[in-house]
C-alpha cells in the first residue's frame, strides 16, 4: 500500500503516512482529496499549483457532485458519472452513496448495471480490478501480487457468463464485481483498499460481442472442460498463497460452473456463491417476516419456485434447511417445496433428468390425484393444486405469473406471498402493481428490483425488494471480524434470521417483508453479528473478546483523514 493509518501520539487523531507525493497523490483514488486537500497538506505532498486555490469542505464538493449528478438525463449516464467518481475519489464517491442509498444503489447495481455491463466496451473508460485470461495460465500469483490490498480482502469474481438475466457478457461482466464491492463498502463499511474485483475472462460464446470491434475481452470462444477448471484451481490457490485468510465471492457463473465451482472449493478457502446462498438466504429472512403476519407459521408454509436454475435450486434447498431447522421432518420439507423450470413440473420420472434438477424433483405419487391436463404441470396447474403460500419466481421470463395465476393463488391464500424476484426490471415475472390489481389488494410483494409503491382501492402499497445487499455485506463482514474460516448454511440461516428481525413490525404490517435501504449499515451490523456468532458456534471461527467492538473496527466510513508525507518515496 502507498498509505499507513497512524494515530498522532499527542492529539490521538488518525492520520494518513502517504509516501507519495505530488500528481501521484491525485491519481491514487484513495487518497486523492481533490481541491479538499488543506493548504499544510498541499504543502506537504507538494500539491501547491495542482489545485484550484479554494480548500473545499466535503459538504461543498458533495453539493458539486449533486449538481453533476443531475445534469445526467438517463441512468446509464449516472452510472458511468459515479463510476468515475469512484476512479477519482473514493471517499467522496463513497459519501455521495450513503448520503443517497435509494436513489444511488438503482445505479451503482441492479437494475442499471445491466446495461452498464452489456456497453461495457462501448463505455470503458479505465480499469478497475484485475482481469484473467486463459493466457495467464501459470502466472496468477504474480498478476495477484500486482495488486497490494488491505488484507485479508473481499474477492468478488466472475466467469461473465450468466449476468443478471442478460447472459454471457464476456469481459463486460467485470461491472457486476465492481457494483458488488461498493456494495460491501456501503452496506457494511468494508475498506475499499481491501477488495478486489476480478473478471475471469475465459473467452464469450456471445456472438455480437465477438463480432464487436470495440470489444475489450478475450476475443475466444468461451474456454470449457478440464483447461477451464484448471484455470479456477490455479486462481483458487493464487488467492490462497498471496491472500491467506481471503473471502471470495463467486459471483454470476452459470449453473454449469457455479455448483461445481462452490462445492470444490468451499472448504480449500472461505467462499460463498451470492446468487445460490445470498438470494436463498433474502427469501428465506422474507418467509420469516411475512409470517409474522400471515396466518401460517413458516414451517407450514407451501412453495412454488418458478426456475430451475441456481439461485431456484438454492432457494429451495435453504428453505427446506430452514423447515429441517424449525423441527419439520426433512421428507415432509421437502414435500411442501414444488419447483418448475420452462418445461412445468419437475417430476422424478422425467425422461433424462439428472443433476441439480434431479435433486428438485417431485415425486409422481404426490399429484397422482391432481387435476392437470398436461404431462408436465404448468405453472397453473400447480397454483391450482398445490394452494401454495409463496410463489417465488427466479425464471428470467417476464410475464410469467399471469393473471390466471395470481388469481387462483389469492382465491386459496389470504395474503399469497408473491416473490417475482427476476433482474432486471424488464425480466420480472409480474409487476406489483399487476400483482395487487390481480389479487385484490391481498397480496404481500417483494421484488428483485427496485419497484415504488403502489396506489391501490385508496391504500398505498410498499413494495419490498429483496435485494440481497441486506445479506452479502453483513456475511462478508461477519466472516472478516471472526477470520471465518469456511461459509456454512448454518451462517446463512442466521443471516436470514437476523434479516428478518431487523424488519420493523409496521413496515412488515403495511406488507413490506425487507427494511429500507437507508438502514442497510445497521442491518449490515446485525447480520453480521449473527453470522459471526454461528461462525464460531460451528467451530469454523475462533471466538474474539469483543464481538461488537471487533464488528465495529472493520466498518470504514468515509470522511477525509489528514494526509501526511512520510519522506520514503
Known amino acids: 500500500m502507498r498509505f499507513r493509518v497512524f494515530v498522532d501520539s499527542q492529539t490521538s487523531e488518525p492520520y494518513l503516512s502517504v509516501d507519495i507525493t505530488g500528481e501521484s497523490v491525485l491519481q491514487d483514488a484513495f487518497l486523492n482529496k481533490g481541491d479538499a486537500f488543506s493548504r499544510a497538506e498541499r ?16 459538504d461543498e464538493q458533495l453539493r458539486r457532485v449533486r449538481h453533476q449528478y443531475d445534469l445526467k438525463t438517463s441512468e446509464i449516464g449516472k452510472n458511468i458519472y459515479l463510476n468515475g467518481l469512484m476512479d477519482r475519489n473514493e471517499t467522496l464517491f463513497y459519501r455521495f452513496v450513503l448520503d443517497n442509498l435509494t436513489e444511488t444503489v438503482p445505479i451503482i447495481y441492479t437494475p442499471t448495471i445491466a ?15 484485475l482481469y484473467i485470461t486463459p493466457r495467464d495460465r501459470g502466472r496468477i500469483v504474480s498478476i495477484l501480487r500486482g495488486r497490494p490490498v488491505m488484507e485479508p480482502p473481499v474477492i468478488v469474481v466472475t466467469d461473465n457468463e450468466r449476468i443478471l438475466g442478460i447472459g454471457d457478457q464476456g469481459a463486460g461482466g467485470m461491472g457486476i464485481p465492481i457494483g458488488k464491492l461498493a456494495l460491501y463498502t456501503a452496506a457494511a463499511g468494508i475498506h475499499p483498499a481491501r477488495t478486489i474485483p476480478v473478471s475471469l475472462d475465459v473467452g464469450t460464446n456471445n456472438a455480437e460481442l465477438l463480432d464487436d470491434p470495440l470489444y475489450v475481452g478475450f476475443r475466444e470462444p468461451r474456454l470449457r472442460g478440464q483447461e477451464y477448471d484448471d484455470l479456477i484451481d490455479e486462481f483458487v490457490q493464487a488467492v490462497n498463497e498471496v491472500y ?3 473471502l471470495l465471492q463467486w459471483e454470476d457463473f452459470a449453473n454449469v460452473t457455479s455448483f461445481g465451482n462452490l462445492e470444490k472449493h468451499r472448504k480449500e478457502i472461505a467462499s460463498f456463491n451470492d446468487d445460490i446462498q445470498g438470494t436463498a438466504a433474502m427469501v428465506v429472512a422474507g418467509i420469516f417476516s411475512a409470517s409474522e403476519y400471515h396466518p401460517l407459521n413458516a414451517t407450514e408454509h407451501r412453495i412454488v419456485i418458478s426456475g430451475a436454475g441456481s439461485a431456484g435450486h438454492g432457494i429451495a434447498n435453504q428453505i427446506a434447511f430452514a423447515m429441517i431447522d424449525s423441527g419439520v421432518d426433512p421428507h415432509e420439507a421437502w414435500k411442501r417445496i414444488f419447483v418448475l423450470d420452462s418445461r412445468g413440473l419437475i417430476l422424478s420420472d422425467r425422461r433424462g433428468l439428472k443433476g441439480m ?3 428438485l424433483a417431485t415425486d409422481p405419487e404426490e399429484i397422482a390425484h391432481w387435476d392437470h391436463h398436461e404431462e408436465q404441470p404448468t405453472l397453473l396447474d400447480v397454483v391450482r393444486n398445490v394452494k401454495p403460500s409463496v410463489l417465488i419466481g427466479v425464471s428470467g421470463m417476464p410475464g410469467l405469473f399471469t393473471k390466471d ?5 389469492a382465491s386459496t391464500s389470504e395474503r399469497p406471498l408473491i416473490m417475482p424476484l427476476s433482474n432486471p426490471t424488464s425480466h420480472t415475472e409480474v409487476t406489483p402493481a399487476s400483482a395487487l390489481k390481480w389479487s385484490n389488494g391481498t397480496a404481500i410483494v417483494a421484488t428483485g428490483s427496485p419497484f415504488a409503491p403502489v396506489e391501490f382501492q385508496g391504500e398505498t402499497h410498499p413494495i419490498g425488494q429483496a435485494n440481497n445487499v441486506f445479506i452479502f455485506p453483513g456475511m462478508g463482514l461477519g466472516i472478516l471480524a471472526v477470520g471465518a474460516r469456511e461459509v456454512t448454511d448454518g451462517m446463512f440461516l442466521a443471516a436470514a434470521r437476523a434479516l428478518s428481525a431487523a424488519t420493523p413490525p409496521e413496515l412488515v404490517a403495511a406488507g413490506q417483508i425487507y427494511p429500507d435501504i437507508e438502514h442497510v449499515r445497521d442491518v449490515s451490523r446485525t447480520v453480521a453479528s449473527a453470522v459471526a456468532s454461528k461462525a464460531v458456534e460451528e467451530g469454523v471461527a475462533d471466538g474474539v473478546e469483543d464481538l461488537e467492538a471487533a464488528i465495529e473496527a472493520e466498518m470504514w466510513f468515509p470522511e477525509y483523514v489528514p494526509a501526511r508525507f512520510s519522506g520514503h518515496n
Not at 395465476?405 to 393463488?409: A, C, G, P
Open 43 to 58: 504543502e506537504d505532498l507538494k500539491l501547491v499549483g495542482l489545485l484550484p486555490d479554494h480548500v473545499s469542505s466535503i
Open 244 to 246: 491467506p485468510g481471503a
Open 405 to 409: 395465476v395470481i388469481e387462483q393463488m
Open 115 to 129: 446495461a452498464a455491463c452489456s456497453h461495457w466496451s462501448r463505455i470503458y473508460r479505465r480499469a478497475h480490478g
Open 357 to 359: 434438477k434431479a435433486d
